[in-house]
């Protein structure tokens, strides 16, 4: 029921997530990122403890393959679940299991992956890859993302439905938190509104108020 594209900007180390489903609220489950450790995205039955774990041990390890196989040891039903990952050096491991319905598969590459489940055929991934991959690279990351999720509804996207409900795009910058963390939680189109919620974003005032966000001091972590 859900599609979506894992990337990373090999200009300036920045990861990105996005993601359509015709379920709702799918930016609280399926995307975590790290500045300077990578994204994961966790669909189909989705257990959100692969982002999360996923991202402590690309903390660790920094190794998209050893991370996936100590994932799927960890997790019972890893039948059911679809994930994917990115590392540091843009390394890409994918794993779709055999209950997570027609269609459902993934293609990877470096710095780029893509993963769906429930979609009318293998052309939606392709339709996203071929979208992201022939971008100018030199646009921001958030808008290749974007140009890639408007392609894989446009090739198909969740069989159940012509539009997704739900959409989300996630971006790291170089603060602990996201430099561009942006959702629509139900919508009758919802990729076409987040597009429109992106384009806000890019304007004068969003941007700069992004930038004192990002001159924040760190605070300490550990408190004795």
Known sequence: MTFSIVARDPSNGRFGVAVATCHLAVGSTVPHIRAGVGAVA?????????????????????????????????DQHRDRRQFHLIDLDGRTACWTGQDCGPWAGHRHQRDLSVAGNCLVDEGVLVAMEHAFLTSDPNLKLGRRLMMALQSGEAAGGDHRATFCTSAAVQVSGEAAFPLLDL??????????????????????????WRDELSELPMLNRLVA
């Not at 982002?51 to 991370?67: H, K, M, P, T, Y």
């Open 42 to 74: 966790t669909q189909a039955h989705t257990n959100p403890y692969l982002g999360i774990c996923g991202l402590e041990r690309l903390e660790q390890s920094s190794d998209a393959d050893n991370v996936l196989a100590s994932l799927l040891a960890d």
């Open 183 to 208: 959702r629509v939680d139900f919508h009758e189109r919802a990729v076409e509104q987040l597009m429109e919620v992106y384009e806000r974003s890019q304007a004068l005032w969003a941007q700069q």
